[in-house]
């Protein structure tokens, strides 16, 4: 059984950055792949930022891009957010999902947290 537990969350203003962590337990994950997707109120859940277990290979949303990090710590098991430059666009709720192979859809992740909330204000 997979176990993802986020944290780092919080309340930031527009222009600043947060550190968002998930760490994974319950199995080997030499052969998946790490994601972070959020969900904005109203909204459908959507794909922030994934990447290899090996940490080779990183997708981004083009509305990340240049502003989040995505990273891994293998002998931690742990995989990061670096969120800078935030916007009040950001606001949501940060899920970390796991799965063999990477992808940035939603539907193809089988093990996800529990949610870490951040909130950029204007």
């Known amino acids: 059984q997979v176990q993802l537990v986020e944290s780092g969350g919080g309340l930031v203003q527009a222009g600043g950055s947060l550190r968002l962590s998930c760490a994974a337990s319950?199995?080997?994950?030499?052969?998946?792949?790490m994601g972070w997707f959020r969900q904005a109120p109203g909204k459908e859940r959507e794909f922030v930022a994934a990447i290899s277990w090996s940490g080779a290979l990183t997708y981004y949303a083009e509305s990340v891009k240049g502003r989040f990090t995505i990273s891994i710590n293998n002998a931690k098991k742990t995989v990061y957010l670096q969120m800078n430059s935030l916007k009040p666009e950001d606001t949501g709720v940060y899920y970390c999902a796991a799965r063999t192979g990477i992808s940035r859809s939603t539907a193809e992740y089988n093990y996800w947290g529990q949610g870490t909330q951040v909130t950029v204000s204007s």
């Open positions: 319950g199995r080997t994950f030499s052969n998946y792949a």
